[in-house]
């Protein structure tokens, strides 16, 4: 805990806080991403954004695993359960993404389907062994920091040859998500005048810091990866201030005490022994991504929930009114949802990003909402 | 010949017995299991009647009654510094004693399911009895059902509490207003965590234990002191945060408070950032929340660290005017957020 109390430290921040207001130039404005949701909820719950200069802005990547997962991804989730019959285990958050017809994961389960929380693919195993009478499929979802302990589980079925475990694999990756972001039509016309970004921490504990390096050598952004904790937050932003001040770009580690250059290897080694890329895959808010996302390797076929129980794919359009997609893509901000607070709250979610406490949405609502109202 | 008996009875076995559907059919087998294991332990003046109902003293003159009920169902049953047995007892008392009255008397109802083991159930009872001895408020009448295996989680307990308001003793969730002074009486959220740690088989090298405690004794000492207490209120399941919108709401105020001040165990921050859990929301019961009038606040907060369950008492805030009824909260960053009602459950982070 006294690890964690030195990043929490007010005084600290406050004289970072200072730093960034002495060193951030008034003549101009600095825009940076945070990629991550870990990163937004951080700034949210710490209500970072108060020890900023107003010139100083950062706006909310796409980096929240609920949040980039395409409607058509939760409804086959919801089909298997309710069509074939599966016990159908998640994490948490996805519990409550608003698929179509009004439907939930949560919801088709008060419909009967079969849908349980897990907190670990253990979890998963552990139910589909207790259960040899019924299929499990575990709905697999998030970023590199997730994707190993999928791999892990998969190995695990094939060695105790369980032959009614499988995994409906929509694990995503991120540097594809931010080449989404660069090359979003909105970036192509100007749209988004990203200064730099704050690269995630978990992920890159997984696939290291060298994965970053085409941001600043292709684009010319500089990148700083940074921990969740609040001081790390403010010293990434220092060193973006300090980088683009000094005309530099470059990819820079903050969290140091976690990340290295090449990750962790053996991770990835078996990520890359289970897993190949998809050719594309949607995402919410970014659209069709090229290599952006993994499915599993034709020798793991047994274990693709998507073969198993052949659901085709249909891609289904987000709500009118919301905004989430040009909000993933840092065009727009949750105060310009026209519904944002009224029809869609964090009870009643329209979309994605209102679902996880990591969402754009839902950090400003439960955290700073208070901003936009009239005294 | 042989000696002649004193009775022919085979008593329960509560070392290996198990709670059966004859246990709340009416018959002789329900009535063993009342006389040989709740009227053992709880007994009382007016259980031991064995009557339908409890006949009690009228209050004193000027003196009005209050009542309130609470279901308990937790799982596991029992937990580190509990169980439900006499979590089941104090929440119903500090659910009278938040109304500013003294508890005086407590019915307790169990529904059991087939195959709950008796010797758990003796467990429980007996530390109902503990806490009601402790608390000096008896179980005056209960009743138990039965149901089948597999519709009940071994055993839920619903108690009521009767209690007695002094004349002109005025508190309630309405009353906070703009100034005034915002404390609790110690660290939060250890219950949750203890319950969820337990749950999640976290195997903390030092376990986190409940505060489940009964309060009465706490909210006397405050009151004696003559201080102008507003709101008192116990911030059982939806934690802190929860408790204080829902005065902010009924008062029609705001509020702003001090992350730094809040009380906070440092396991169970440790906990609270392992699940990604925000210590706000996880419930506590055997923690006060307390608003009262700014000029008296060093008297209360005295009254309160003098008594064994408020050493950690600390002042959080103050009310606020806000025609919204945030609950605002000035961070350990020094920025500002709200403290918003929670959504749903708490669920744990995955990134
Ligand atoms: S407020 Fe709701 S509808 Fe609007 S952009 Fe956010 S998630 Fe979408």
Same mark, same amino acid.
């Given at each position: ?58 706006? *909310? ?19 298997? $359960? ?35 929380? @897990? ?16 299929? #499990? ?15 892990? $589980? ?16 929509? *694990? ?20 988004? $005048? ?7 921490? *978990? #992920? ?39 980088? @683009? ?97 009224? #029809? ?32 | ?33 009342? !006389?040989?294991?709740? &009227?053992? !332990? ?11 109902? +409890? ?27 509990? %169980? ?24 307790? +109802? ?11 159930? &003796? ?76 749950? /999640? ?26 201080? %102008? ?16 919108? /829902? ?19 440092? +396991? ?14 996880? +419930?506590? /019961? ?25 050493? /950690? ?39």
């Amino acid at each position: 805990m006294k690890y964690i109390d030195e990043f929490r430290d007010g005084d600290l921040a406050r004289n970072i806080a200072r730093s960034i207001a002495a060193e951030a130039d008034p003549a101009r404005e600095y825009r940076f991403m945070e990629f991550c949701g870990g990163h937004t909820h951080a700034i949210s719950r710490y209500g970072l954004t108060d020890l900023l200069p107003p010139n100083v802005r950062m706006i *909310h990547g796409p980096g929240c695993p609920v949040c980039v997962l395409p409607i058509g991804r939760v409804d086959q989730a919801i089909r298997m $359960a309710l069509e074939h019959g599966v016990i159908l285990c998640t994490y948490g958050d996805c519990l409550r993404v608003p698929a179509s017809d009004g439907l939930s994961l949560l919801k088709a389960k008060a419909r009967g389907a079969d849908v349980r929380m @897990v907190y670990s693919t253990q979890d998963a195993l552990a139910l589909a062994q207790k259960h040899p009478e019924r299929q #499990v499929v575990f709905f697999a979802i998030g970023f590199e920091t997730t994707t190993p302990p999928t791999a892990v $589980a998969i190995e695990q079925a094939r060695a105790l040859g369980l032959a009614n475990f499988s995994v409906l694999c929509c *694990h995503v990756l991120t540097p594809a998500a931010i080449i989404g972001i660069l090359e979003s039509p909105e970036a192509k016309a100007g749209g988004v $005048a990203l200064d730099g970004m704050v690269g995630p921490a *978990h #992920v890159s504990t997984v696939i290291g810091s060298a994965p970053y390096e085409f941001v600043p050598e292709r684009y010319g952004k500089p990148v700083v990866i940074a921990g969740f904790e609040p001081l790390d937050m403010m010293q990434a932003i220092l060193m973006l201030v300090r980088q @683009v001040n000094q005309g530099r770009a470059e990819v820079e580690n903050e969290f140091t005490r976690a990340v290295t250059p090449d990750g962790n290897r053996k991770a990835q080694a078996l990520v890359a022994k289970v897993f190949q890329l998809r050719p594309e895959f949607e995402w919410r808010g970014l659209g069709t991504v090229p290599d952006s996302a993994l499915k599993l390797r034709p020798e793991y076929a047994a274990f693709d929930a998507e073969l198993r129980f052949p659901l085709p794919y249909t891609p289904v359009p987000d709500h009118k009114a919301c905004e989430c997609g040009a909000i993933l893509r840092g065009v727009k901000e949750p105060r310009d949802c026209k519904v944002f607070g009224t #029809v869609c709250t964090p009870e009643t979610p329209l979309g994605s990003c209102m679902v996880s406490s990591e969402g754009a949405c839902a950090a400003h609502y439960t955290y700073g909402r208070y901003k936009d109202l009239a005294a | 010949m042989s000696e002649p008996r004193k009775q022919y009875v085979r008593p329960l076995d509560l070392k290996h017995g198990r709670v059966d559907m004859a246990h709340g059919a009416g018959g002789k087998a329900m009535a063993q299991l009342i !006389h040989e294991l709740f &009227a053992r !332990h709880l007994g009382n003046e007016w259980l031991d009647q064995g009557d339908d109902g +409890a006949v009690l003293p009228a209050p004193a003159p000027g003196e009005q009654l209050v009542m309130a009920t609470d279901s308990h169902v937790v799982s596991p049953l029992f937990f580190p510094g509990g %169980d439900i047995g006499c979590l089941a007892v104090h929440g119903t008392i500090n659910d009278v004693a938040v109304m500013g009255a003294r508890p005086l008397w407590l019915s307790a +109802a169990f529904i059991l399911e087939e195959g709950f083991a008796l010797a758990d159930l &003796a467990r429980i009872v007996e530390s109902m009895a503990a806490a009601a001895r402790k608390a000096g408020v008896p179980i005056v009448t209960g009743d138990t059902k039965v149901v089948e295996r597999g519709k009940g989680d071994g055993v839920f307990i619903t108690t009521t509490g009767v209690g007695a308001l002094q004349a002109g003793r005025r508190i309630g969730g309405q009353r906070a207003r703009p100034g005034d002074a915002i404390l609790v009486s110690g660290s939060i959220g250890d219950h949750g965590m203890a319950i969820m740690s337990e749950r /999640e088989g976290l195997g903390f090298a030092s376990p986190i234990v409940s505060d489940t405690a009964a309060l009465h004794g706490l909210i006397e000492a405050v009151l004696a002191t003559g201080a %102008d207490i507003r709101v008192l209120r116990d911030p059982t399941r939806g934690g802190l945060g929860t408790t204080l919108n /829902e005065i902010a709401s009924q008062s029609g105020v705001g509020m702003l408070i001090e992350e730094k001040a809040l009380p906070l165990n440092p +396991a169970v921050a440790a906990a609270c950032e392992f699940l990604g859990l925000d210590p706000l929301y996880v +419930a506590n /019961e055997g923690k006060l929340v307390l608003i009262c009038a700014e000029p008296d606040v060093e008297k209360v907060l005295g009254a309160l660290r003098g008594h064994a369950l408020g050493r /950690e008492a600390a002042v959080l805030g103050t009310v606020v005017e806000d025609a919204h009824h945030f609950v605002q909260m000035t961070t350990s960053m020094g920025g500002r957020r709200i403290v918003d009602w929670l959504t749903g459950d708490q669920l744990p982070r995955i990134c």
